[in-house]
């Protein structure tokens, strides 16, 4: 690609090879628009014709940088997360970042995949809780589904009224929904389409998406940062839909006997070490309806994964040769075992158990949530 070709919209430089990263275009519509002298990128392409966002990726640093600019701008935080895969959605030291004077609504997205009888008010006592374990005291908490919300009306008039006056900066991690619902945004304003503007941060490679709203202000959607250890980077595209459900998952519990193993698909192992005195032990499992869970004896758990990996035990992670890490717990309380980004397990207090999961993905206890 020659030197110096920029996007109008956005600012990027243009290049044809890299589909996620900034400033993308397809080298026929490149040459396309070279002739009409009106060079966007196709995600400004997107947006500017269609309404929509691209997601695209930013490293960690620049994530940083970025939201360090949010810190010297006085602004509501919408802060994005998914129910669903919560510790791979949070954002580690936020509060530094955006300013510790700069009020963070929370908006939990993807509450469709938890089971409907499932309080509201006591999602969000539980969020509540697992962020303050990490100095976050949001202004407010919101339940949606980007896909389908029902409350956006409710969410824009809360936003509004939070903001009191000042822009509004909406963050997440990759996959929590975030594009979803700034499209649902733009689309829920008629007429915006063309006031939709872009804005650059200096010193970051990607731009903003700015949405005007009524008193000069923005609503601006920063990049989603790119969390290295979700399960969504360990699998192929094909099996993304086994860590990106669309549907409400449904529980499946198991009364299992002392080492007894059950796989996840290829993904993920669970031994049961002990059990609660010498009665069966409970244990539900919340994972994506169409991954299989094979109930083994533990003995021969490791052969029977050599052998019936990706075969019966499908889908595997992607990198060839992954092993299966066992990390080992010991549950005071009825707790999860998450394994980030893939699904949990609830189980009772007193309990032994080992999590296997691919190398650098998270796996650990936390406050039961269901
Ligand atoms: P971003 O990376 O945060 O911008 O996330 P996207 O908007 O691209 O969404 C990531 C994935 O989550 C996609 O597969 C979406 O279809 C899915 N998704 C987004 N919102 C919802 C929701 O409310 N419910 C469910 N079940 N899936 C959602």
């Not at 030291?93 to 938890?114: E, Q, S, T, W």
């Not at 499932?118 to 969000?124: D, E, S, T, W």
């Not at 980077?233 to 669309?246: E, G, I, M, R």
């Not at 990198?319 to 066992?326: M, P, T, V």
């Amino acid at each position: 690609l020659e030197e110096g070709l920029y996007c109008i919209g956005c600012g990027a430089k243009m290049q044809t090879t890299d589909k996620e990263e900034a400033g993308y275009l397809p080298m026929s519509a490149l040459q396309k628009q070279l002739e009409s002298e009106q060079l966007l990128c196709q995600r400004c392409f997107r947006l500017r014709h269609y309404n929509e966002i691209q997601p695209v990726s930013l490293t960690d640093d620049d994530f940083i940088r970025l939201l360090y600019q949010v810190s010297e701008d006085r602004a509501l935080i919408v802060y994005v997360l998914d129910l669903f895969d919560f510790s791979g959605s949070t954002i580690p030291g936020l509060p530094r970042f955006v300013g510790a004077d700069n009020p963070i609504f929370v908006v939990g997205n993807k509450v469709d995949l938890l089971p409907k009888s499932l309080k509201a008010n006591k999602i969000k006592d539980w969020v509540r809780g697992q962020l303050k374990e990490q100095g976050i005291k949001p202004v407010d908490v919101a339940l949606t589904s980007a896909a389908h919300p029902a409350n956006l009306d409710a969410i824009l008039a809360s936003i509004d009224e939070l903001r009191a006056g000042r822009d509004v900066y909406v963050v997440g991690t990759t996959n929590v929904g975030k594009s979803t619902l700034i499209n649902q945004i733009i689309k829920s304003k008629t007429g915006v389409q063309e006031l939709i503007t872009t804005s650059r941060f200096p010193g970051t490679t990607l731009d903003q998406i700015a949405i005007p709203l009524d008193d000069g202000r923005s609503l601006i959607d920063t990049p989603g940062i790119i969390k290295a250890y979700q399960y969504a980077h360990q699998v192929a595209d094909k099996d993304l839909k086994y860590v990106l459900p669309k549907n409400e998952i449904k529980a499946r519990t198991y009364q299992l006997n002392p080492e007894q193993t059950i796989f996840i698909g290829g993904l993920a192992r669970f031994d049961l070490l002990t059990g609660v005195s010498d009665q069966k032990t409970s244990a539900t499992f919340y994972f994506e309806n169409n991954l299989n869970l094979h109930r083994t004896k533990m003995v021969g758990a490791d052969d029977f994964y050599e052998k019936h990996h990706g075969g019966l035990l499908a889908p595997v992670p992607k990198k060839e040769g992954a092993k299966l890490i066992g990390h080992e717990f010991k549950t005071k309380t009825t707790a999860d075992l998450v394994f980030a980004g893939l699904g949990f397990i609830t189980l009772p207090a007193g309990v032994t158990v080992k999590g296997y999961a691919p190398e650098g993905v998270a796996v650990f206890l936390r406050k039961a949530m269901i």
